[in-house]
């Protein structure tokens, strides 16, 4: 069974304070790695895809990683704007189904 | 593109009522599925559709929860009786499939209807 898991649960940063979430997943056979962003009272807004180890996304002050076992989501001079729920999800080979992570709550504080 | 659209946005319901929610995916999208995301945790999908049939339906409640997809494109989720456990937030995503990227496409949320059983 595909699982993921999250940690933090919860990070509090200050502004311009860089930081990393993790996401450690476990799949058989690992068709797509996914970062979204969840604002209250929102739905997921997707962020990423990462496919194999190695490979590196980035998009403004995000940076996504991947290795054979996790993911990392790098945080660099975030702003309050950053603050959200960061979910990560997973897509294996043998289902059609995304497996969501409890996600990371990120406070960013001025 | 308009995106993935959810009505109503908020509902509140007692106990062993029944309620249904409605989804509009975006224009051209053939998967769509319906998630259960419980205050403090990650979207749990409920059931999957690929135009008008059902793909994965394994984790749905079925004795209470019902969904259909009857034209492929608009989608309702219906909850009859309601337990408190229900009270959650239902989320429909729509997902391009097909072409080259299609097999790996991400999903596209709505925002969900917030559904509060007293």
């Known amino acids: 069974e595909d699982q993921v898991t999250q940690s933090p649960e919860a990070l509090r940063l200050q502004e311009g304070e860089s930081s990393s979430l993790n996401c450690s997943y476990t799949v058989s056979g690992l068709r797509g790695l996914f970062w979204y962003r969840q604002d209250p009272g929102k739905g997921p807004e997707f962020l990423f895809t990462l496919y194999s180890a190695g490979e590196e996304k980035e998009k403004e002050r995000l940076k996504a990683t991947l290795t054979k076992k996790e993911s990392f989501l790098h945080i660099t001079a975030p702003k309050p704007e950053d603050s959200a729920t960061y979910l990560c999800a997973v897509r294996g080979n043998y289902g059609q189904n995304f497996v969501f992570g409890p996600g990371t709550r990120l406070s960013v504080l001025p | 593109e308009a995106g993935v659209a959810q009505s109503p946005r908020y509902k509140i319901i007692e106990k062993r009522q029944s309620v249904a929610f409605w989804c509009n995916p975006i224009?051209?999208?053939?998967?769509l599925y319906w998630y259960q995301q419980i205050l403090g945790q990650g979207p749990k999908l409920l059931i999957q559709f690929q135009n008008n049939g059902v793909v994965d339906d394994s984790q749905l409640p079925k004795d209470r929860f019902s969904a259909e997809r009857l034209k492929g494109v608009d989608s309702t989720l219906k909850i009859q009786p309601a337990k408190l456990e229900d009270s959650a937030v239902y989320l429909c995503a729509s997902r391009k499939t097909g072409g080259m990227m299609g097999s790996n496409s991400p999903l596209h949320f709505g925002n969900g209807t917030r559904l509060t059983v007293t």
């Open positions: 224009s051209g999208h053939a998967t």
